[in-house]
């Protein structure tokens, strides 16, 4: 199955037209992130078929060169911002994986969808398409990801993304909960979470292929 086929229902809806019509209104009046043609990349790396993780953030990081379609990545050759940093500090002290690739198109090829809830921004303004309607939109990705597949490991790091917990079935998949790697709660559960090696356990104990981070 790929994901033209999942979409297609909530494509064809008036509700996603009306939100396609609003970004287009915002790319066109002023900046937004990521670039136009970065919206989707997330489901153009990782095809439906070849889901294992869901990594769910809230919306794109909004200052310049920042957002790529993918969330917590950046692109190359741009600083890693603070939950970046802190997501490699616990990959480091989980696996001992020294990472210093800030692109994390890697993760998304091997099947992990990085799916910021929210897929644009105004530039500088966080969390300002918030209200554009995306949320259908993903929510409906993650319930058809839940519905359709098994075995799939949920990453949710923090209060928003938690709140995702409702759409996923969690009797034929892994639920992974901590705080968020953002430098206000890293210290309050994400340091010492070991996310990375809980996840490939989980994979290979389904006899799938553990991520290599």
Not at 51 to 68: E, L, M, S, T, W
Not at 147 to 153: A, C, E, G, H
Request: proline share 5%; hydrophobic share 35%.
């Amino acid at each position: 199955m790929n994901w033209e086929t999942v979409l297609a229902p909530i494509k064809n809806t008036d509700q996603f037209q009306n939100l396609w019509q609003k970004v287009e209104n915002e790319y066109a009046s002023g900046e937004c992130f990521p670039p136009k043609n970065q919206i989707f990349r997330a489901i153009e790396l990782t095809s439906f078929d070849e889901v294992k993780v869901v990594i769910i953030g809230q919306d794109p990081y909004h200052n310049d060169f920042q957002a790529n379609g993918l969330c917590f990545s950046v692109s190359e050759n741009v600083k890693a911002p603070p939950s970046l940093k802190n997501i490699f500090t616990e990959l480091n002290n989980d696996l001992r994986i020294q990472r210093t690739k800030t692109e994390l198109n890697d993760w998304a090829e091997q099947g992990v969808l990085l799916l910021n809830a929210t897929l644009t921004v105004r530039a500088h303004s966080p969390n300002s398409h918030k209200d554009l309607g995306w949320e259908k939109f993903t929510d409906f990705i993650i319930k058809e990801i839940s519905d359709k597949k098994q075995n799939v490991v949920f990453v949710l790091w923090g209060a928003f993304a938690q709140k995702k917990e409702e759409l996923i079935d969690s009797s034929k998949h892994f639920i992974l909960k901590s705080a968020h790697p953002s430098p206000f709660s890293v210290y309050r559960g994400f340091y010492g979470s070991k996310p990375f090696s809980k996840i490939n356990e989980y994979l290979e104990s389904k006899a799938l292929k553990p991520i290599s981070w």
